[in-house]
């Protein structure tokens, strides 16, 4: 059976995805599918045993530049390698109008979640099979119903499979071991208190373990520089793809993130760890793993789902954003030494 998935980004959207092939291939063990994805994810949806091939696509720059995309004839060899082949699926796993404006090239049958479930609800015009997946759900479950629908199938109860094979077995934090504290995120508000994760830095150090500290652009580097000044067992990584960084992840022990899409691939790798939910919602986009969980503010306003914070009371004070005073360094570490059991 041949599935064309449209899924292009973000790197969260990507990894929710996986489990959701991993099911299908379960189920229709002669499934090929192949992805249109974020050029920056191609090499994350390719791990996947499901994908067959994977279509790099660059929407946002296409967009910004059309005349460009067209003289360089990248356009042209996306549309020729989407329309090569006449699908048995074509499944819009986005919801989005900019899917939809991809969707809608693709040869086959077209299947995605209907103008109530999805997003933008425009984008369900494209499809020959509207679905409902009803809202409100963590979205690595709805991804798993949508398949399960399309490709008609019984929606396992097991819990996630995001198909990323890992040999190395976690260390437990009773001994030396080698860990990732993810420190990036996008909004201000999501970012956990940088002298919070230098306590954190300090308890493991203490505790004999080595932590390693990735960053994705120059302000995140200058963080981790910072974070790591004068521990011995900080280090602070090379600049490096997301392939690369994946392979050392499924070779650590544990992590802490914020809520960020390395978080996620943190939890798929099967890392024991914890993600800290400020001002988003854990019931929608928490991590899930097989040793991963999430710890949620518990604050009066919290989720607030903004990127600018506006509360004006007087918890928290001195604690920026104040939502994360809740979440103390103490706490975040008793819990990943939980996980890591």
Not at 106 to 111: Q, S, Y
Not at 129 to 136: D, I
Not at 138 to 165: K, M, T, W
Request: with cysteine.
């Amino acid at each position: 059976m041949r599935v064309l998935l449209i899924k292009t980004s973000s790197m969260g959207d990507v990894i929710h995805t996986l489990p959701a092939l991993t099911d299908a291939l379960a189920a229709v063990p002669t499934l090929q599918v192949d992805w249109v994805v974020e050029e920056a994810f191609a090499e994350l949806a390719q791990r996947h045993p499901a994908v067959v091939n994977v279509f790099p696509c660059a929407l946002r720059r296409w967009r910004k530049h059309p005349l460009k995309a067209r003289r360089s004839g990248e356009w042209a060899a996306f549309k020729a390698a989407l329309q090569a082949v006449k699908y048995d699926a074509v499944i819009d796993a986005q919801g989005l109008i900019k899917s939809a404006f991809v969707t809608r090239l693709a040869r086959g049958p077209k299947f995605g979640l209907d103008k109530h479930s999805a997003r933008e609800g425009l984008s369900a015009r494209v499809l020959d099979h509207p679905l409902s997946v009803v809202r409100g759900q963590h979205a690595i479950q709805r991804v798993r119903q949508l398949f399960s629908q399309a490709l008609n199938y019984p929606l396992p109860d097991a819990a996630p499979d995001y198909g990323l094979p890992r040999d190395h077995v976690p260390a437990p934090l009773s001994q030396p071991a080698e860990l990732v504290f993810c420190h990036g995120t996008t909004w201000p508000t999501k970012h956990y208190p940088e002298g919070f994760w230098r306590q954190l830095l300090e308890l493991a150090t203490a505790e004999g373990h080595r932590v390693h500290l990735p960053w994705g652009n120059d302000e995140e580097k200058a963080r981790a520089e910072r974070l790591a000044a004068g521990l011995e067992r900080v280090a602070v990584l090379p600049k490096m793809g997301l392939d690369s960084l994946t392979d050392k992840l499924l070779g650590w022990d544990a992590f802490i993130a914020v809520d960020t899409g390395l978080a996620h691939l943190a939890a798929a790798a099967g890392l024991p760890g914890v993600a800290l939910y400020g001002p988003t919602d854990p019931v929608l986009t928490g991590v899930q793993g097989v040793r991963a969980s999430s710890l949620a503010a518990d604050f009066p306003c919290a989720p607030c789902v903004q990127e600018s914070c506006t509360y004006r009371g007087e918890l928290g004070k001195g604690v920026d954003p104040p939502c994360f005073s809740t979440l103390k360094p103490e706490t975040v570490w008793r819990a990943l030494r939980r996980q890591s059991l």
